[in-house]
């Protein structure tokens, strides 16, 4: 498909450059009313996201090399040339993340987790329209029937509208568990996403001593091991945060209840992981029976979002216990 949008003179746009710089614009609306919203102010979002714009653009860029080194003569063209490579979309989030942990670390923004709140339903979108702008590129094509890009241009839009309306609406979620349901699904889609795509990245350390670890993980893709880290994290957050919270509560009622609760969620949250893996690893060796390996592996996502879901909401009910203690009527 021509990619060309805007030709004029010397003067020559693509349409994957003019979808992506007005996303980017659009999103950046987006996440200045949710923040605004808030009580946030304008000059901080624009602060942050223009930094997360020159931060995610190195970072993409650099992950990009180092999964298609072939595509460079060396590390200096990633960033001088780009008439050659693409982007690492993936680097988009962990950008935003490492400017948050920054900021975080030297304490100059209060409230950072509203601000990730706001950025949440940006990122989706902003991600979402780089996936269909993948249409004109050629990139993110499928293995199957479906194409990549198509399905996770939608999954995110649908991510997008869910957080958008949560964002401006009344049943917004405490600070930063916003950032944290954007994390979990798009990492859980990435897993399914990179799966289906037939020009995924992959990181390929050199060295005759990497050889065997190659080998070992060359069907992996590098935005499903984001991914996969992501949904732990979560996961685990919110089980210290449990933990955390009850240890302030009247420790005489239902401990063992909730132990159980846990340990049962753990137990399924291990085994939903373990079929992603065993999903992921038939299906790049039997390609044939890709749809039976998929729905396997669908299923055992949605398994594990369901138990991320499960550990926020005993987490938000101990929450609102822990207060409700403190503070009786």
């Given at each position: 498909m021509n990619n060309t949008s805007i030709c004029l003179y010397?003067?020559?746009?693509?349409?994957?450059?003019?979808?992506?710089?007005?996303?980017?614009i659009s999103g950046f609306f987006v996440a200045t009313t949710i923040y605004l919203k808030n009580g946030g102010r304008a000059v901080i979002m624009s602060l942050f996201y223009t930094l997360s714009i020159i931060l995610s653009f190195l970072l993409s860029r650099l992950l990009?090399?180092?999964?298609h080194l072939e595509q460079y003569n060396n590390i200096g063209e990633a960033f001088t040339n780009y008439n050659i490579g693409s982007f690492f979309m993936p680097g988009i989030v962990l950008a935003v993340i490492i400017l948050a942990a920054i900021l975080r670390a030297v304490k100059l923004i209060d409230n950072l987790s509203i601000l990730l709140d706001a950025m949440a339903p940006s990122l989706a979108f902003v991600m979402s329209m780089i996936r269909f702008a993948d249409r004109f590129t050629g990139e993110c094509q499928g293995k199957y029937v479906i194409p990549s890009y198509l399905v996770s241009f939608l999954i995110l839009l649908a991510l997008f509208i869910l957080l958008f309306i949560l964002g401006i609406s009344a049943l917004s979620p405490a600070k930063g568990d916003m950032f944290r349901l954007f994390l979990a699904i798009y990492g859980a889609s990435e897993i399914f996403i990179d799966s289906t795509r037939n020009d995924a990245s992959h990181v390929f350390l050199p060295g005759e001593s990497m050889i065997a670890f190659n080998n070992a993980s060359g069907f992996v893709a590098l935005s499903q091991i984001i991914g996969a880290i992501l949904c732990i994290y979560i996961f685990i957050y919110y089980i210290v945060k449990i933990i955390k919270v009850n240890k302030m509560l009247d420790v005489n009622e239902k401990i063992s209840k909730l132990v159980l609760k846990l340990v049962a969620l753990i137990l399924y949250f291990i085994a939903a992981c373990s079929f992603i893996g065993l999903a992921e690893y038939k299906v790049q060796r039997h390609s044939s029976e890709f749809v039976k390996y998929y729905s396997i592996q669908v299923t055992a996502i949605i398994v594990m979002l369901v138990t991320i879901y499960l550990m926020y909401r005993i987490h938000k009910k101990a929450v609102y216990k822990s207060i409700s203690q403190r503070c009786p009527s």
């Open positions: 010397n003067l020559i746009i693509n349409w994957n450059v003019l979808i992506t710089v007005l996303s980017v990009h090399y180092l999964c």
